[in-house]
């Protein structure tokens, strides 16, 4: 299981991209990258995985993201075979909780 942010949001770091030759009709168009997942300090927290970008994100930004069978409805037109989807690029958060504020 993937570590959860405090307030409900996964959060992770892209660092690096993911080239196929052949994939899932479905897959056509879109980009995969590799995210590496973090905790609440912004520190990795478990093993880098492959996600789904359909919103155009780059290497070194903060993404957050959906995992398992929530992860293909981030495209609801497409409804994509994958097990993780980036849904957003973090700007800046601070939590009030640990008092952590982070800008990408």
Do not use: N
Request: proline share 10%; glycine share 12%; net charge negative.
């Amino acid at each position: 299981m993937l570590p959860s942010y405090p307030l409900g949001l996964d959060i992770g770091k892209v660092i690096g991209t993911v080239v196929c030759t052949i994939k899932d009709p479905k897959l056509e168009g879109m980009k995969l990258l590799l995210l590496q997942p973090t905790d609440h300090r912004y520190e990795p927290a478990g093993a880098p995985f492959v996600a789904l970008d359909g919103i155009g994100c780059g290497r070194g930004e903060y993404v957050f993201y959906e995992t398992s069978r929530e992860a293909p409805f981030a495209y609801p037109d497409v409804q994509p075979p994958v097990d993780a989807a980036i849904v957003g690029i973090l700007d800046s958060v601070h939590d009030g909780i640990t008092g952590m504020t982070k800008h990408s």
